[in-house]
């Protein structure tokens, strides 16, 4: 089992569209390492959902891996934002996995209170925070569950 961090601004896409929803396929992701992190995961990895470019940062729920890396299809569609010209389908560039909700953190983490814990300074997130899908430590997975009031 690994851990991940899934970001994404609530307004493009909420943790409360996923719970709606309950599956989705994790598009639109155009950065080689967060591609990697995802042709990384496997079924049954689990992942914070965490909403980014807001006033308070934080991680606000648990997802779940439910379909491995497959080529994203907004790449070939030129009405999409994330359509690449360069991207083939027989030669795809870019990789999605689809997530599905589990439940939401007791209490949301923010980014501050991560920061504010020296047990998470080596956390990926802490040191390259743009990246939109990023390893989490069995450790840092942990600690951030206790921060969220989760045993």
Request: charged share 25%.
């Amino acid at each position: 089992m690994q851990y991940w961090l899934f970001k994404s601004e609530p307004h493009a896409y909420s943790f409360e569209q996923l719970r709606a929803e309950g599956r989705t396929p994790w598009t639109g992701v155009r950065n080689w390492q967060a591609r990697g992190n995802m042709k990384a995961m496997a079924v049954g990895d689990l992942g914070f959902f965490y909403h980014s470019s807001i006033a308070q940062p934080c991680a606000v729920g648990i997802c779940s891996v439910v379909k491995g890396a497959y080529p994203d299809f907004t790449q070939f569609d030129e009405r999409s934002e994330y359509y690449d010209s360069t991207s083939r389908p027989e030669r795809p560039k870019w990789y999605m996995v689809d997530v599905e909700y589990v439940e939401p953190l007791p209490h949301p983490v923010t980014l501050a209170q991560m920061r504010a814990e020296p047990r998470l300074e080596g956390m990926v997130l802490l040191r390259r925070g743009r990246l939109s899908v990023q390893p989490v430590t069995e450790r840092e997975w942990k600690i951030v569950l206790e921060l969220a009031g989760r045993k």
